[in-house]
């Protein structure tokens, strides 16, 4: 079950979302998804491998294996345990988020619904199907007709050459090779048990 308080223990891999307050847009343009991932990009990188991402309009979905504890000691030396700090980090992205975000948009108040949810992913099969559930997800909610049209997923990127933050040769293997990641994502998602 997903929650708030589930411990962010290294070398464990995580589903991490969250929704807008209300009926409120956490992405309103292409400036606000680039935005996010680049905050992504800075206060988390360091300390995680992003295997899979999808942002919508409204919420967003992560998929990270937070790295080993050793590594992430050698590139922060803090005097609190890895899941205050790996903690701490995504309060410093959605924090820089929402603060520029109400900036822009002439807004107050909280953007993200109370804390962000994070599920413990304990197997592969689980993962596999994860990864193709939040891929698909913006074409379950109508945004677009292929899954390749969404500019806001990891999935071209994955399946592309291009040079990327992700961790995407784990994520190639784990479907075995790109053409069966390519094949088992044309089909719709078995949405039961997320």
């Keep these: 079950m997903a929650d708030s308080k589930t411990i962010l223990e290294a070398e464990k891999c995580f589903h991490i979302y969250n929704h807008?307050?209300?009926?409120?847009?956490?992405?309103?343009?292409?400036?606000?998804?680039h935005f996010f991932l680049y905050l992504v990009k800075k206060h988390l990188i360091s300390f995680v491998d992003i295997y899979a991402y999808c942002l919508m309009p409204n919420h967003f979905h992560l998929i990270i294996l937070i790295k080993e504890e050793n590594e992430i000691l050698a590139k922060k030396k803090a005097k609190t345990s890895i899941?205050?700090?790996?903690?701490?980090?995504?309060?410093?992205?959605?924090?820089?988020?929402?603060?520029?975000?109400?900036?822009?948009?002439?807004r107050k108040g909280s953007?993200?619904?109370?804390?962000?949810?994070?599920k413990i992913i304990k197997?592969?099969?689980?993962?596999?199907?994860?990864?193709?559930?939040?891929?698909?997800?913006?074409?379950?909610?109508?945004?677009?007709?292929?899954?390749?049209?969404?500019?806001?997923?990891?999935?071209n990127a994955i399946i592309s050459n291009r040079?990327?933050?992700?961790?995407?040769?784990?994520?190639?293997?784990?479907?075995?090779?790109?053409?069966?990641?390519?094949?088992?994502?044309?089909?719709?998602?078995?949405?039961?048990?997320?």
């Design 83 to 106: 899941p205050l700090l790996i903690s701490q980090q995504f309060s410093n992205l959605f924090n820089s988020y929402a603060q520029a975000f109400n900036k822009e948009n002439n």
């Design 20 to 33: 807008a307050v209300g009926t409120e847009m956490l992405f309103k343009t292409d400036r606000n998804y």
């Design 163 to 194: 040079p990327t933050l992700l961790a995407r040769s784990k994520i190639v293997e784990l479907f075995h090779n790109k053409l069966n990641f390519i094949y088992c994502h044309k089909t719709l998602p078995q949405i039961s048990g997320l």
């Design 123 to 155: 197997d592969e099969k689980y993962l596999k199907k994860l990864i193709h559930y939040i891929h698909y997800n913006p074409v379950l909610a109508n945004l677009c007709k292929n899954i390749y049209d969404w500019n806001y997923s990891s999935y």
């Design 111 to 118: 953007l993200f619904l109370n804390r962000f949810k994070r």
